[in-house]
C-alpha cells in the first residue's frame, strides 16, 4: 500500500481551509485599520491646508495683496511643515518658501499633490506634499500646502506591516498544519500498519493508545475491544471444531460400528430392533449436542431487536420448579421454590429458559439421593437475583472458570450422561442478556447467582398503563 501524501490528507485541507479564512480575516480587518488610519491622516491635512486658506483669505480681504505677502512671508519662515507660494500673473515667485510653481496639475476641487526638493542636512531631497491652490485677483495665484513625507513613510510602514503579517500567519499556520498533519498520519500509519498485520493473520496485535484520551485514542480503543470480541470468537471457533471432532468421533464411531456388526451376521428381529434402538438413542445424543452448540452460537452472535421482548421471568421460573419437582421426588431429593412475582426482563424467553433448565438439570443430576435443591427468583434493588442451589459435591474454586467453556467435564462427572455444553450455555445466555454470572460454594454444593441489571416490575408497569 503506497504511502499516504501529508498534502493529501484531510487534516491538512482542512488546516488550509482555515488558514486561508484566517488570512483573510486578519487581511481584511488589517486593511480596514489601514485604510481608516491613512483617512484620518489624509483628512487631518486637508483640514490644516483649508484653515490655513480660510485665514489667508480673510487677511487677503482686510489687508489686500501687501498684507497677503506679509502674513505668506512670515510664515514660511516659522513653519518647515507648512508649505506657501505666492506668484504674480507672470509666474514669478511673490512669497513663500517654495522655489518654483509645481508641474502637477490642479485637480477639480483645487487640490493637488506634488514633489518638491527641500534641504535636509545639506543635501536637497525630494518630498512629497499636498496643497490648495487659489486663484486671486488681478491673476496672482496662491499655493497652500503640507509636507506628507512622514505620512507616506508610516503609511508604508503600515503596507509593510500589512504584508509580513499575512505572510507570517500563512507561513506559521502552513507550519503548523504540516507538522498537525505529521503528527497525525504518523499515527492513522501506526493504525495501518497494525491493521495490515491483523489482516495478515496477527490477531494477537492491538492498536497502540498514545494516552491523550483524544479521538484517536478512543477509535483505538473500541477497535481494540472489537478485536478481543473477534479473537475470543475465532479461538472459540477453532476450540469448537476442536472439541466436536475429538467429543464426536467416539459416538460416531460406536454408531457405525454398531450398524456393521448388525449387518455382519444373521440377526433375529429381536436383535436388530435393539441395535437400531440403541442407534437412535446414540442419535438423539448427537442431536443434543448440536442443539446445544447452536444455541450457544444464537445466543453468542446477539438476536435481532425483533427477537428480543419483555418477558415474565416469575412465570418462566416457577413453571421450571414445576417441570423439575417430578425429577426431583424420584431422587427423593427436596426442591424449594421461592420465587417473586411479577418481575420481567427484555431478552428470549427460550434461551432463559434453555439456560435456566440446563442448571435445574445439573442440579438434580448431582445432587445425591436425599439432597436439597434450592431455586430462588427475588429483587436486590433495581436487579433481579435468580439462584440454584444444590447440596451435591460442587465445583473446587480453581475449576469454576474453566467449566464454563464448551466440552469441559470434570474428573467426577465423565461417568454421568452430558455433553459438557451447559454451563457455557448458561454463560452465553447470561452475556446476551447483560447478566452476571457467578459459580459460588454452597457449602456444600454449587450455588449459581444470575444477576439481571435493570429488571422490570409487571406490577408497576401495570399501574403506569392503568
Request: with cysteine; glycine share 10%.
Amino acid at each position: 500500500m503506497p504511502k499516504l501524501s501529508i498534502i493529501r490528507t484531510t487534516t491538512f485541507r482542512l488546516v488550509l481551509i482555515y488558514l486561508a479564512l484566517f488570512a483573510l480575516s486578519a487581511f481584511l480587518l488589517l486593511g480596514f485599520i489601514y485604510w481608516s488610519t491613512a483617512g484620518i491622516s489624509t483628512g487631518q491635512t486637508d483640514d490644516t491646508i483649508n484653515a490655513e486658506i480660510t485665514g489667508l483669505s480673510e487677511q487677503y480681504r482686510e489687508n489686500g495683496l501687501g498684507g497677503l505677502v506679509k502674513i505668506v512671508t512670515e510664515r514660511s519662515r516659522n513653519q518647515r511643515q507648512s508649505l506657501y507660494l505666492l506668484i504674480d500673473p507672470g509666474g514669478r515667485n511673490v512669497a513663500g518658501n517654495l522655489t518654483h510653481w509645481p508641474e502637477a496639475a490642479t485637480g477639480a476641487d483645487g487640490l493637488l499633490e506634488f514633489t518638491y526638493q527641500r534641504p535636509v542636512g545639506g543635501k536637497d531631497t525630494s518630498r512629497r506634499a499636498r496643497a490648495w491652490h487659489l486663484r486671486l485677483g488681478r491673476g496672482f495665484q496662491l499655493l497652500v500646502g503640507r509636507d506628507i513625507q512622514e505620512r507616506l513613510k508610516l503609511e508604508k510602514v503600515m503596507r509593510t506591516s500589512l504584508a509580513w503579517a499575512v505572510a507570517l500567519t500563512l507561513g506559521l499556520g502552513l507550519l503548523g498544519g504540516v507538522l498537525l498533519s505529521r503528527n497525525l498520519l504518523r499515527r492513522v500509519e501506526v493504525i495501518n500498519r497494525t491493521s495490515r498485520e491483523i489482516m495478515d493473520g496477527a490477531l494477537d496485535r492491538r492498536l497502540p493508545v498514545s494516552g491523550s484520551g483524544d479521538e484517536l485514542d478512543r477509535l483505538a480503543e473500541n477497535l481494540n475491544d472489537m478485536l478481543d470480541q473477534i479473537e475470543r470468537l475465532v479461538t472459540g471457533m477453532r476450540q469448537v471444531t476442536d472439541n466436536i471432532a475429538h467429543d464426536l468421533r467416539s459416538p460416531l464411531n460406536r454408531l457405525r460400528g454398531r450398524l456393521e456388526v448388525a449387518l455382519m451376521g444373521e440377526g433375529t428381529q429381536s436383535e436388530y430392533r435393539a441395535a437400531m434402538e440403541e442407534t437412535i438413542a446414540e442419535s438423539e445424543s448427537l442431536l443434543e449436542t448440536f442443539n446445544a452448540l447452536l444455541n450457544i452460537a444464537q445466543a453468542e452472535a446477539g438476536l435481532a431487536e425483533d427477537s428480543l421482548s419483555d418477558f415474565d421471568l416469575s412465570a418462566l421460573v416457577a413453571d421450571m420448579a414445576d417441570l423439575y419437582g417430578p425429577a426431583a421426588e424420584d431422587k427423593s431429593q427436596t426442591l424449594t421454590g421461592d420465587v417473586e412475582d411479577g418481575i420481567q426482563i427484555f431478552g428470549d424467553r427460550h434461551l432463559a429458559g434453555q439456560a435456566l433448565a440446563n442448571l435445574m438439570d445439573n442440579a438434580v443430576k448431582y445432587t445425591p439421593d436425599g439432597g436439597t435443591i434450592r431455586l430462588v427468583l427475588r429483587r436486590a434493588g433495581a436487579d433481579a437475583e435468580l439462584i440454584v442451589a444444590d447440596s451435591g459435591s460442587g465445583i473446587a474454586e480453581a475449576d469454576r472458570e474453566r467449566v464454563l467453556d464448551r466440552f469441559q467435564r470434570l474428573e467426577a462427572s465423565r461417568n454421568s450422561p452430558g455433553t459438557g455444553l451447559g454451563l457455557s450455555l448458561v454463560r452465553a445466555v447470561a452475556k446476551l442478556h447483560c447478566a452476571e454470572l457467578v459459580l459460588e460454594d454452597n457449602l456444600p454444593g454449587l450455588r449459581v447467582l444470575l444477576r439481571f441489571p435493570d429488571a422490570g416490575w409487571l406490577a408497576e408497569k401495570e399501574q403506569t398503563v392503568g
